[in-house]
Structure formats: structure tokens, C-alpha cells
């Protein structure tokens, strides 16, 4: 791929490639408004009219780089639905929910989520640099909602200091990596203070939608406080050269990398891409986390896939390839249940401590418990092992 192909756009065809690699240039060059649009994509009246309405439901900002990666002609490029809106983000489901998580009714102090006893969500900013139309935070994200003020930030780590509980603090947003090197260098820090605070991580996207914001500088940082991040991919055409030497930036700076995915109709819902897309991963030394059944956020319906296809995805995932690549397929319990792992069901009945199981093709294998022979009965109350 030629590093200098986003020239064949007009709107770009004099920029040169030094400056294009920038975050600063992404950023202050981001696609907000339906002129500059058009001039990358050829719009589709429903595209036309949602990036035109004045009160849109959520603010679209589109960095070049991903702009570059859209397909101009066709509406369904993964790419471009996951960034530009249509008409159908006005469609509204009754099952849509505004904080679909609970999020908010779980916030001790602004921007801290504490629903697991040993770990927090710390929202650190309400910016990133594409805004993912299914976004399960579009209630705060892109707006002025100010819980990450460094005022609450520092009332938040008041809180993590004060609840010895909390081993594990996930930073996230909006996007952490929006920040400055020295102002995620400076909360870093901080969290490291706190002796009880052994687990750190960065829930970011930017190494996917403006992987130019990984840089030396920031490695520097990351070597320094070791924290682990998850990225959030959602398909293979996502995995480009620039994503590939970000994350092995990422990856040789000694961070831990793994992947969320939002399962999405129409962009990812195929066995076959999501296969594609965790073999990319792998190459690219990410190890596939989490796919999530996507939210009932308000405006979505039309990303949302029926249930089963998650489980059906793990169905022909597991066994049938390496085992790195195979996520946990999760639904957060809406109202702040928390993630919950569906699995497809190989447990065929369990009787008299023996368990009938079928492997990953259909092959039907016993496994008999020891002590629990000759009637004495399953160690496991067999409900537990079909509820799954
Ligand atoms: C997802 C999440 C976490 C982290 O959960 P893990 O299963 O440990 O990745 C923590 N807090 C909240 C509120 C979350 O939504
Ligand atoms: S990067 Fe994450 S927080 Fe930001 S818009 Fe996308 S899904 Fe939402």
C-alpha cells in the first residue's frame, strides 16, 4: 500500500507525508461538518442528511487517516459506517437506552465507575479522535459533560486511595491517549503512588483511528508506569501498516496488548471476518479480549445483532482455530449488571459424575469424576453445568 495514497483526494493532495503522519495535523484537520465530507465520500441521501441536521444526536469527527480509509463509493464499507452517520442514529428503539451500563448511578465521585469490588472505571476525558457511531458513551463522549476536569480526576484518585480494595484501575473516556504525554505521564503517576493499585490499563482506539499518535515519547511513558491496554478493533481492513507499526511500538515498549470488539450488524457479525479480523490481531501481537454484544445505546438498533450470532461466532472460533484468537463474547447487563459471558453449550447432560461433553466437531467424549462413581452423584449440581 502506498503511504501517500490519501493524495488521490483532493481535499489532501498537497499535504505532505511528514505532516499527515502527525496527530496534531489529524486532529486540527478532523472531518466535523458535511462539506468536507463530501469531498472524501460520495454521500447517500441518509448519510447527506444526518451529517447536515443541526442537533445531531452525536457529534461526528472523522481524523483523515480514517477518512482515507473509507470507501468513496460504497455505503457499506465497515469503515465508513462506523464513522459517518445516517439518518437511522434517528430511529429510535424502545429497548434504547441513554447510559445503557448504569454508569452513571454507579459514579461514587464524577468520571468513577466502582461496580466490581476490586477494580474501577476511571473516565479521564470525553474526547477521541473518531467518534464510533455505536458508541456505548455517547451520553458524555464528545460533549462538555466536565467529570474529567483535573479537579474530579484528582477527587476520583482521592477515592482509589481511600478504598483499599482496588487492586486494578481501567482509564478510559472518551479516549485516554487524547491527552497529552504529560498529562497521562502525571495520572499515571499518581495511580502508581497508591500501593494498593497493582493492576493499571488504557481502554484506548486511537492506536486504531489515528495510530500516529503513538510516538516515541509516549513508549517512553508506557516503559515507565507499565501499564497493560486494551484497543477496541473491529475488522480486519482496520489492520493497516501505520496500525501494525503502532502497536508494535506498543508491543516492543513492553505493553500488554489486547482487543475489544463491539459485534456490529452488516460490519462484523460474520464468523468468517471475525476470524480474519483475530488472526490479523495475533500477527500484530494483540491478543483478542472481549467481543461485546453491542448496547442498546440510544440510536443503535440498526448495529445490533440478534444474541445468538455472538455465540455462533465463538461456535466457529473455538477448537477450529488457535486458541489466542478465540475472545470471551460478553452482554453487559443493562442497568449495570456487568459483563456476562455467553458460551455455546458443550455440556450434553451430566449423570451419576459422569459428563457427556461434545467437542468442537460434534464428537460426543464422557469424562468421569472421581469419588462421585457408582451413583454417589455429580460433585457439580448438574443445572449449574446446563445453565451455561
Ligand atoms: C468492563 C469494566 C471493567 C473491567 O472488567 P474486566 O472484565 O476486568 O475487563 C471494570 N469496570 C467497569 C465498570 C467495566 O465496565
Ligand atoms: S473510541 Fe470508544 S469512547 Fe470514543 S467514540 Fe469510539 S467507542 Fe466511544
Not at 89 to 112: A, F, K, R
Not at 204 to 233: D, G
Amino acid at each position: 500500500m502506498n503511504p501517500e495514497s490519501y493524495r488521490r483526494i483532493p481535499l489532501w493532495k498537497d499535504v505532505p507525508l511528514d505532516q499527515w503522519e502527525t496527530y496534531r495535523w489529524q486532529m486540527a484537520n478532523r472531518i466535523q461538518g458535511v462539506e468536507q465530507l463530501r469531498q472524501v465520500i460520495r454521500l447517500t441521501p441518509s448519510e447527506e442528511h444526518a451529517a447536515t441536521r443541526r442537533s445531531g444526536r452525536f457529534i461526528m469527527g472523522i481524523p483523515p487517516y480514517w477518512a482515507a480509509l473509507m470507501d468513496p463509493d460504497d455505503p457499506t464499507c465497515p469503515i465508513r459506517r462506523q464513522a459517518v452517520p445516517t439518518e437511522e442514529e434517528y430511529q429510535l428503539s424502545p429497548n434504547d437506552m441513554i447510559d445503557p451500563l448504569g454508569e452513571d448511578s454507579h459514579m461514587p465521585v464524577p468520571g468513577l465507575v466502582h461496580r466490581y469490588p476490586d477494580r474501577v472505571l476511571l473516565l479521564v476525558v470525553e474526547i477521541c479522535s473518531m467518534y464510533c457511531r455505536f458508541c456505548t458513551r455517547s451520553r458524555v463522549v464528545g460533549t462538555s459533560a466536565g467529570f474529567s476536569k483535573p479537579m474530579n480526576i484528582d477527587h476520583a484518585i482521592d477515592y482509589i486511595k481511600a478504598h483499599r480494595k482496588i487492586r486494578d484501575v481501567l482509564i478510559s473516556g472518551g479516549d485516554p491517549l487524547t491527552l497529552s504525554d504529560e498529562r497521562l505521564d502525571e495520572i499515571l503517576t499518581k495511580l502508581r503512588g497508591i500501593p494498593h493499585v497493582e493492576f493499571i490499563r488504557i481502554g484506548t482506539r486511537n492506536p486504531i483511528t489515528l495510530p500516529y499518535r503513538v510516538t516515541e515519547a509516549l513508549c517512553q511513558v508506557l516503559r515507565k508506569h507499565k501499564p497493560w491496554m486494551s484497543l477496541h478493533f473491529n475488522h480486519p481492513k482496520e489492520v493497516t501498516p501505520a496500525v501494525r507499526k503502532a502497536c508494535g511500538m506498543l508491543a516492543d515498549s513492553g505493553v500488554p496488548l489486547g482487543s475489544q470488539t463491539v459485534l456490529l450488524k452488516g460490519i462484523n457479525d460474520r464468523p468468517a471476518i471475525m476470524k480474519k479480523l483475530f488472526h490479523e490481531l495475533l500477527k500484530t501481537r494483540v491478543r483478542p479480549y472481549y467481543i461485546y454484544q453491542c448496547d442498546p445505546v440510544k440510536g443503535t438498533a440498526h448495529f445490533r445483532t440478534m444474541v445468538g450470532q455472538g455465540m455462533k461466532i465463538i461456535e466457529k472460533l473455538r477448537g477450529h482455530t488457535t486458541g489466542y484468537a478465540v475472545p470471551t463474547f460478553v452482554v453487559d447487563g443493562p442497568g449495570g449488571g456487568g459483563k456476562i459471558p455467553l458460551m455455546p453449550n458443550y455440556v450434553v447432560s451430566v449423570k451419576d459424575g459422569v459428563w457427556t461433553l461434545r467437542n468442537f466437531a460434534g464428537k460426543v467424549f464422557m469424562y468421569k469424576e472421581e469419588g462421585s462413581a457408582n451413583g454417589v452423584g455429580p460433585s457439580v449440581e448438574p443445572s449449574y453445568a446446563l445453565i451455561q
